[in-house]
Nanobody, 116 residues
Framework: VQVVESGGGLVQAGGSLRLSCVVS?????????MGWHRQALGKQREMVAT???????NYADSVKGRFTATRDNDVNTVHLQMNSLKPEDTAVYYC??????????WGQGTQVTVSS
């Protein structure tokens, strides 16, 4: 299973970015769920959003109302729309794929930098 993120970059506070995650080699039935996590410099990795195969979502309190996780009809592709970005959103964002077998797979991460 290969997990590849894209879409990171540098944006000013208040701006928007859209991250994408494409999984290859996963089940044609799709994942148990996929998620976005982030790790800021010197901090622990934290969950940002999760989305189940059925499309149910869950968000960290810090991003509710600003970030939206969606998935394509291709169930192994998900996106994270990030609006009203703040400097504290600066982090490396990782895509997580949980297989039905319980196996976890991670991407290498994409850098998001929000300038004030």
């Amino acid at each position: 299973v290969q997990v590849v993120e894209s879409g990171g970059g540098l944006v000013q506070a208040g701006g928007s970015l859209r991250l994408s995650c494409v999984v290859s080699g996963g089940s044609s039935f799709g994942p148990a769920f996929m998620g976005w996590h982030r790790q800021a410099l010197g901090k622990q990795r934290e969950m940002v959003a999760t989305i189940t195969r059925g499309g149910s979502t869950n968000y960290a309190d810090s991003v509710k109302g600003r970030f939206t996780a969606t998935r394509d009809n291709d169930v192994n592709t998900v996106h994270l729309q990030m609006n009203s970005l703040k400097p504290e959103d600066t982090a490396v964002y990782y895509c997580h794929y949980r297989a039905w077998s319980g196996g976890d797979h991670w991407g290498q991460g994409t850098q998001v930098t929000v300038s004030s």
